[in-house]
């Protein structure tokens, strides 16, 4: 990947990408199974971009290659929606103590519940977005060291933020594959046979284009050798 922009024109430099993509689409559409393999396709197909392969993998069920990437995303946004969610619960609750009561107006029931309602909301968008400005750096981790690398917290933010712009450029561009894998669903769900995994391929493409232009992940450390002893004449 020469430039990010590349990551959108990558899959079709494949002369099959577009079986591969609705084939990869249809395993989609399974619940939870669909989705780990469409994981795993990434990982793959981030595989192939890094290597300067122009070759989509196969489709199919990668499930053994996707769990460690779709359950450290599930954590990460779980997490990271946890502050904005409590805050709408503070916030739909009091609406609904106020409305059960008598003595309550509808302007009072906006004035106790809508500002932590809105506030939560802000907080959920703030959450995404750090799981955007994430994402290719947790591709990159579970791609070298495992699930395990997604949560050596440490590792994470240094690579992600040893440049700073990239992983702005990089989880900005997800951000809009994951608008183009929505807009499939406007024709009757049908497109999103198709979007979905087009958007799967441009993200990988980025994780390698983020790979390439960012600092390479820190070696895990090892003990250092002992001093070499005398040598015996």
């Not at 290719?136 to 791609?143: D, E, K, S």
Request: proline share 6%.
């Amino acid at each position: 990947m020469n430039s990010a922009g590349d990551a959108f024109a990558w899959a079709a430099r494949d002369p099959g990408w577009i079986g591969k993509v609705i084939v990869q689409g249809l395993i989609f559409i399974i619940p939870i199974v669909g989705w780990i393999a469409g994981v795993g396709w990434l990982m793959l197909a981030f595989d192939n971009a890094r290597a300067g392969r122009n070759e989509l993998p196969p489709a199919g069920f990668h499930l053994a290659r996707g769990i460690g990437l779709f359950g450290a995303y599930l954590i990460y946004a779980i997490v990271l929606s946890i502050p904005g969610d409590i805050l709408r619960g503070i916030g739909a609750g009091s609406i609904t103590r106020c409305t059960d009561s008598s003595n309550c107006t509808t302007a009072i029931n906006a004035v106790v519940g809508g500002p932590f309602v809105a506030f939560g909301s802000l907080l959920s968008f703030a959450g995404s977005l750090v799981l955007y400005f994430l994402a290719p750096t947790l591709i990159v981790m579970v791609a070298h060291y495992g699930f395990g690398g997604a949560f050596d917290f440490g590792r994470v933010w240094s690579y992600a933020t040893s440049n700073v712009g990239n992983s702005v450029i990089a989880g900005l561009l997800m951000w809009v594959a994951g608008l183009i894998a929505g807009a499939g669903f406007i024709v009757c769900c049908v497109g999103a046979i198709f979007t979905i995994p087009y958007a799967i391929t441009v993200q990988a493409g980025l994780a390698a284009w983020f790979e390439r232009v960012q600092s390479a992940p820190a070696a895990p450390s090892l003990p250092s050798a002992p001093p070499p002893g005398p040598v015996s004449g």
